[in-house]
């Protein structure tokens, strides 16, 4: 089984994915570290001397062999995997999805932090921040409420989010 966790960038994607790879002990794969790994490359390296295009291409091949393991694994996609191609018909396809949703303030308040970490707002000033998000999430959440199930994040520690996640699942 590959259980697949959707959400915004500042969602809890990887904190969530490392708890509950070893609580079910599932291999954990994070889909950016992999891209990663494989390309010698970080992600904002690889969006500044590559592009976003051809990121979206390597992202899309990789998410594909991940798909086609037979192994169990719980898999940490990135905020923009489930918009592009048919990206989420094939991750509903192939696996378990998790939506893990959180509130506009949660979600600026998580990636102020790691901005140097993410590609897409590393230039926005904080203040800037819960409108870019607001933007994007509208665009975003009609494919992020493509995923199977939805779990809100918000004001819950992560041992209750992976208790809901294995209830939802019935692991």
Excluded: W
Aim: without cysteine.
């Amino acid at each position: 089984m590959i259980i697949s966790l959707v959400g915004y960038m500042g969602s809890g994607k990887s904190h969530i994915s490392k708890i509950l790879s070893d609580k079910i002990n599932f291999k954990l794969i994070d889909l950016d570290k992999e891209i990663s790994r494989r390309n010698k490359l970080t992600i904002p390296e690889i969006f500044e001397i590559k592009g976003e295009i051809y990121f979206r291409k390597l992202e899309r091949e990789t998410l594909e062999e991940i798909l086609a393991s037979q192994e169990n694994i719980v898999l940490s996609l990135g905020g923009g995997t489930p918009v592009y191609y048919n990206n989420m018909e094939i991750i509903n396809n192939s696996s378990k999805s998790v939506f893990l949703r959180a509130s506009i303030a949660t979600l600026a308040e998580r990636i102020s932090k790691q901005k140097e970490k993410r590609p897409l707002i590393a230039k926005i000033p904080d203040e800037d921040l819960p409108e870019f998000i607001a933007k994007h999430l509208f665009e975003r959440n009609i494919y992020y409420s493509k995923a199977q199930f939805s779990i809100n994040t918000d004001n819950k520690n992560p041992e209750d989010i992976i208790q809901e996640i294995i209830e939802k699942l019935y692991l």
